[in-house]
């Protein structure tokens, strides 16, 4: 199992940005697509999106347009830019490898409305 540690979150005002980051020191990380999650309170865990070995980028409708993410292969990190964030955003987010069931503790990401 890879150990994975989310960084970044914190507290922002509705319409604010943050980044995320997403490390797995020593691990083959760059050669798995890599997702990232989000988990609202009360709420079922959701795809958030996913960046290939090769840079290709799938986000889910939710944030589509507002979120990007990149990686860097070489320092075996993934990050998750997010814009013009909602109060719907708020949750707790991780990153995963293949076959993402396993979970790290992730960053909290809380939105003010």
């Known amino acids: 199992q890879v150990t994975k540690v989310e960084s970044g979150g914190g507290l922002v005002q509705a319409g604010g940005s943050l980044r995320l980051s997403c490390a797995a020191p020593g691990s083959r990380f760059s050669a798995d697509t890599v997702a990232w999650f989000r988990q609202a309170p009360g709420k079922e865990r959701e795809l958030v999106g996913l960046v290939t070995v090769g840079g290709r980028t799938v986000y889910g409708d939710n944030v589509k347009g507002r979120f990007t993410i990149s990686r860097n292969n070489a320092g075996n990190t993934v990050y998750l830019q997010l814009r013009s964030l909602k109060f719907e955003d708020t949750g707790v987010y991780y990153c995963?490898?293949?076959?993402?069931?396993?979970w790290g503790q992730g960053t909290q990401v809380t939105v003010s409305s």
């Open positions: 995963a490898l293949p076959p993402y069931t396993a």
